[in-house]
């Protein structure tokens, strides 16, 4: 029989698309104590590296992947045990140990993908089953997919569930000419949204996602029962064009580095994965063409402001705002103009992209906001 007492900890699965991940470092020794919420490893992923909090506390007492070495999705990396445990016995586990069929397995974990038809248009939905609760959706921002929620999709997936929309043009959905500004695209999520939520849900955009949400709360239809925007577009009148217009002009290692480290407070967070992964999408035809349509119509001096106050003054649902206090693409400032009617969280280590660098503490935020609306 196994004793309940030895914990353990294995390599976790963000995303669809993750099948292994890198030690980037022990943040625990062996033999040091370990409460629960602190973070224990350091995970490098082909997006962006990521600690990972003890679910429980105790000692951790054997570290079995080095820091360095690369794991599938599920297997063992290390074990917790409390001082009484003696090592004879968790040496015998470790002897006796057989990982799970689906330890390392490739697929989704919790996660489904489909399309779904979207006025004439193919729009990729990411899913993460947790129940028949109201669920919630999620919006990617400028140039990204649904993979920006990786940290965050499945953590909010406790009883309802969650969808991580593709907008037009990005990640898995198709895209047209016509659909490239927070109006189209918004029509065009609507669609989306009411396949998959048809009696309400909780909304969540980041960045372009922010401005697209946005206007989406304004839809009477869609029964929006709150609002969260991360580093929206559009509260300020201010932006970085210079992120804009390198991040679509990029097609090489060294200026593509450059620009994603615009995004982290950290700079070294952004993997030679993550910069990968983001050229290959950008070599896609028609990609770059796409990409420079939307910051015309959506990103411009002139338009990335447009109807904001009209739209601001149609929504009727609770707000919350989260920014990082370091974003160097749209000033954290911006949530100034929304104070008076929302709740603001500022993180303070953490760019243009908490939901990744600061993902524990961004997920607290949105699951307290969603529980005091249903309290």
């Known amino acids: 029989m196994v004793d309940e007492r030895i914990q353990l900890i294995t390599m976790p699965k963000w995303g669809m698309t993750m099948t292994e991940g890198k030690i980037s470092a022990w943040l625990k020794q062996e033999g040091e104590t370990v409460e629960v919420g602190e973070e224990l490893v350091e995970v490098e992923t082909d997006k962006i590296s990521n600690g990972v909090e003890a679910e429980h506390s105790g000692l951790l007492r054997r570290v079995l992947v080095p820091e360095g070495q690369s794991a599938r999705c599920g297997s063992l990396i290390a074990i917790m045990a409390p001082p009484d445990v003696a090592d004879a016995k968790i040496d015998s586990f470790l002897e006796g140990f057989t990982p799970s069929e689906d330890a390392g397995d490739d697929g989704a974990g919790g996660l489904a993908s489909q399309s779904i038809d979207a006025g004439g248009l193919r729009l990729n939905v990411v899913t993460a089953h947790g129940g028949d609760g109201t669920p919630v959706v999620l919006i990617h921002g400028f140039g990204a997919d649904a993979g920006t929620w990786m940290f965050n999709q499945e953590a909010l997936a406790d009883g309802r569930d969650v969808h991580a929309i593709d907008l037009p043009s990005h990640g898995g959905s198709e895209g047209t000419s016509e659909c490239v500004d927070v ?124 109807n904001t106050d009209t739209d601001l003054a149609a929504v009727n649902c609770p707000v919350l705002v989260i920014w990082g206090k370091q974003d160097q693409v749209l000033p954290a400032s911006s949530a100034d103009r929304i104070r008076d009617r929302a709740r603001v969280v500022l993180i303070d280590d953490a760019g243009h992209m908490p939901q990744m660098e600061t993902s524990a503490e961004v997920n607290e935020a949105l699951a307290d906001f969603i529980d005091g609306i249903e309290s």
């Open 183 to 306: 109006a189209s695209m918004a029509s065009a999520l609507a669609d989306s949204i009411t396949a998959v939520a048809p009696d309400g849900a909780y909304l969540v955009g980041h960045s372009l996602g922010g401005r697209v949400a946005l206007r989406l709360a304004t839809m009477p239809d869609l029964n929006i029962k709150s609002l969260s925007l991360i580093a929206p577009v559009g509260l300020g009148d201010e932006i970085n064009r210079d992120f804009v217009d390198q991040f679509i002009a990029a097609d090489r290692r060294r200026p593509m580095k450059a620009v994603l480290q615009m995004l982290m407070a950290d700079s070294d967070a952004v993997t030679s994965e993550m910069i990968e992964r983001t050229l290959s999408f950008k070599r896609i035809d028609g990609v770059s063409a796409a990409l420079q349509a939307i910051a015309d119509a959506s990103l411009g001096v002139d338009t990335i402001a447009q």
